[in-house]
């Protein structure tokens, strides 16, 4: 079975594309930093049917964060799709001019650093396989940066810079990168399909080949 590896996984947007993902035969391996939750959030989801489980790690740690999607593809398989989705801080929203440089550190090292470090784990099983995607889910300031989400208005847009690179290098080798901007709340954006839409264009994404970027609405019609 295909394994998609969930980096950030919630009750809300990672639980639906656990569904939308299990429903086409892959296996799920959850990662964030609360066994706990992650245990809840697994148990619910295998008793829907599907296969998964659950590994903590915090995307800061470098070596918790190899560790668990190591073990994540020795007990479910090579991963063949990573998300990377770890919700930011509520630290990174602060005002420009009380941004500190252990802040933006910190904030690079949740974004751009953890990307980095998950993809150097996954991806020499995915260009060996010929095969996979790499997704990344943003907020808005990925595009445009704000001066009172300063955290955020530093890391995303090395998280892209990243992932956009990736994307161009990889181009021909099978493995496609793309990154989903969303610009603001789902809840908060009153989305016609609601979360499982939000799911369904991640699955649209890993299916076929694209641009790097997709914006989920027009950045102006965001509310962050």
């Known amino acids: 079975m295909p394994v998609i590896a969930i980096i950030g996984a919630g009750p809300g947007l990672g639980a639906a594309v656990a569904r939308r993902f299990g429903r086409e035969g892959f296996s799920i391996a959850l990662i964030s930093r609360n066994q706990s939750k992650l245990d809840s959030m697994a148990a619910e989801l295998t008793a829907a049917g599907f296969t998964v489980s659950g590994y ?18 020795a007990e479910l398989g090579p991963i063949s ?5 770890p919700l930011p801080s509520r630290d990174y929203l602060k005002p420009v001019l009380e941004m500190t440089p252990e802040l933006a550190l910190e904030a690079l090292q949740f974004s751009a650093l953890g990307l980095i470090h998950a993809v150097r784990t996954v991806l ?7 095969s996979g995607s790499i997704i990344l889910i943003n907020g808005g300031t990925s595009v445009k940066a704000r001066a009172d989400f300063a955290g955020t208005s530093v890391a995303f847009p090395a998280e892209s810079a990243y992932g956009e690179m990736l994307h161009d290098a990889l181009e021909g080798e099978g493995v496609r990168v793309s990154q989903l901007v969303i610009p603001g709340g789902i809840p908060q954006l009153q989305l016609v399909n609601g979360i499982d839409g939000v799911a369904d264009r991640i699955w649209d994404l890993h299916a076929v080949a694209g641009p790097f970027r997709t914006m989920l609405i027009p950045l102006e019609d965001g509310r962050e």
Do not use: I, K
């Not at 790690?57 to 190899?66: G, K, S, T």
């Not at 020499?124 to 010929?130: C, T, W």
């Open 56 to 73: 903590a790690a915090d995307v800061r740690v470098p070596a918790a964060l190899e560790d668990a999607l190591a073990r994540a593809a």
């Open 81 to 85: 799709t990573l998300q990377y989705s």
């Open 124 to 130: 020499p099983a995915m260009r060996q396989a010929g």
